[in-house]
T-cell receptor, first 112, second 116 residues
Framework: GQNIDQPTEMTATEGAIVQINCTYQ??????LFWYQQHAGEAPTFLSY????GLEEKGRFSSFLSRSKGYSYLLLKELQMKDSASYLC?????????????FGKGTKLSVIP | DARVTQTPRHKVTEMGQEVTMRCQPI?????VFWYRQTMMQGLELLAY????????DSGMPKDRFSAEMPDATLATLKIQPSEPRDSAVYFC??????????????FGAGTRLSVL
């Protein structure tokens, strides 16, 4: 299978910046998604990277390096509501369509 | 406000009973995915459909699980017989596949299943 690796937990302070890293297998890889999941809720789409570089969307940015099989999600000006799990997911070709393989998620705790 | 609808939200049942989970994808979406989420394994793909045709169900235990899409507005996931190890949150997601990799998946609220 396609391994997606990310840290299990992280803690950061309100107002600070945090970077959540993700590594993935490059064979068959098409693109990289980040999802946010609050406790007890559904995952919601945050960002998508297909080309190398940084995609910025407000306080959240996502970076991709295809050659290194590496991505990160950068959260700036952290707020308490950013406490959630962040799921890295690789899009891989298979069975005539694209499917996502998810990492186990990084649980981010934002503290005052 | 378009969203994926899943029923029931919670299900408690006894081992050996049949469980049916339902999903209404977002109107116009042509791909439907079933996932199972546990603390240990994270989010695992069980099965997915495109234009109602099953494309891949290799992640699903075939002896007890079955997934169908009787029409474009309904997808079902059945477990028969259910076992305690099936306790998890089951998510349905839908998306619009246009042949490119950016197929954003939109998730339903999930069905939290407890098998006693």
């Amino acid at each position: 299978g396609q391994n997606i690796d990310q840290p299990t937990e992280m803690t950061a302070t309100e107002g600070a910046i945090v970077q959540i890293n993700c590594t993935y297998q490059t064979s068959g890889f098409n693109g990289l998604f980040w999802y946010q999941q609050h406790a007890g809720e559904a995952p919601t789409f945050l960002s998508y990277n297909v080309l190398d570089g940084l995609e910025e969307k407000g306080r959240f940015s996502s970076f991709l390096s295809r050659s290194k099989g590496y991505s990160y999600l950068l959260l700036k000006e952290l707020q308490m509501k950013d406490s959630a799990s962040y799921l890295c997911a690789g899009s891989y070709s298979g069975a005539g369509s694209y499917q996502l393989t998810f990492g186990k998620g990084t649980k981010l705790s934002v503290i005052p | 406000d378009a969203r994926v609808t899943q029923t029931p939200r919670h299900k408690v049942t006894e081992m050996g009973q049949e469980v049916t989970m339902r999903c209404q994808p977002i109107l116009g979406h042509n791909t439907v995915f079933w996932y199972r989420q546990t603390m240990m394994q994270g989010l695992e793909l069980l099965a997915y459909f495109r234009n109602r045709a099953p494309l891949d169900d290799s992640g699903m235990p075939k002896d007890r699980f079955s997934a169908e899409m009787p029409d474009a507005t309904l997808a079902t996931l059945k477990i028969q017989p259910s076992e305690p190890r099936d306790s998890a949150v089951y998510f349905c997601a839908s998306g619009l596949s246009t042949g490119v990799a950016k197929n954003i998946q939109y998730f339903g609220a999930g069905t939290r299943l407890s098998v006693l």
